[in-house]
Nanobody, 121 residues
Framework: VQLQASGGGLVQAGDSLRLSCALS????????MGWFRQAPGKEREFVAA???????RYSDSVKGRFTISRDNAKDTVYLQMNSLKPEDTAVYYC????????????????WGQGTQVTVSS
């Protein structure tokens, strides 16, 4: 299974971005999907996850601003990020899991390469 994340970039505070992550080499619909992020000098942290059936879970820091969704026909998971803040600056990683929308890194089986999101103030 390979995951390819894209959509990162440099934006200003208050702007929006949509990240995408395409899965190949496996059956997308059988996996729950998650997004994590890692800022410089910090641990990789959970951002959002979506189950095979579309149930979602968010970290408190992004709830109400970010939306995770999936398109099983395109084998792709998305992270719509609105009202971005400088503290959202990080490398964002997508991941696939066989579990029900876990929040722990070790519960994810496959990881993408990451895409940089930089939010200027």
């Amino acid at each position: 299974v390979q995951l390819q994340a894209s959509g990162g970039g440099l934006v200003q505070a208050g702007d929006s971005l949509r990240l995408s992550c395409a899965l190949s080499g496996g059956t997308f619909s059988t996996y729950g999907m998650g997004w994590f992020r890692q800022a410089p000098g910090k641990e990789r942290e959970f951002v959002a996850a979506i189950s095979r059936s579309g149930r979602t879970r968010y970290s408190d820091s992004v709830k109400g601003r970010f939306t995770i969704s999936r398109d099983n026909a395109k084998d792709t998971v998305y992270l719509q990020m609105n009202s971005l803040k400088p503290e959202d600056t990080a490398v964002y990683y997508c991941a696939a899991t066989l579990l029900f929308i876990p929040t722990m890194r070790n519960d994810y089986n496959y990881w993408g390469q990451g895409t940089q999101v930089t939010v200027s103030s």
